[in-house]
């Protein structure tokens, strides 16, 4: 499987992004897609994890409210809608891509959102 996220950029605390993240190849074997975060001089942290054919869905308690995750399984692609940007939200984005039982194996490129004050 491979991932790939764009849609990062430089927004204005109070405003929008919205990232995506295009899966290929074996694109069948996703079980969950997840969006991740690391900041500068922080550790990575998940922001959101979905069941790719549907299911619960698990925020962060720091998105709760303003990121919302979404899917087009026809595209295979995972969105993430980020509105009401903090500063705080500044790091760079990255989806990943579990097999049913397994670990977050598969990893996109990453997608950098800043956040200006």
């Known amino acids: 499987v491979q991932l790939q996220a764009f849609g990062g950029g430089l927004v204005q605390a109070g405003g929008s992004l919205r990232l995506s993240c295009a899966a290929s190849g074996r694109t069948f074997s996703i079980y969950r897609m997840g969006w991740f975060r690391q900041a500068p001089g922080k550790e990575r942290e998940i922001v959101v994890r979905?069941?790719?054919?549907?299911?619960?869905?698990y925020y962060a308690d720091f998105v709760k409210g303003r990121f919302t995750s979404s899917r087009d399984n026809a595209r295979n692609t995972g969105y993430l809608q980020m509105n009401s940007l903090k500063p705080e939200d500044t790091a760079v984005y990255y989806c990943?891509?579990?097999?049913?039982?397994?670990?977050?194996?598969?990893w996109g490129q990453g997608t950098e959102v800043t956040v200006s004050s």
């Open positions: 979905i069941v790719w054919n549907g299911g619960d869905t």
């Open positions: 990943a891509a579990a097999s049913f039982g397994g670990s977050w194996n598969y």
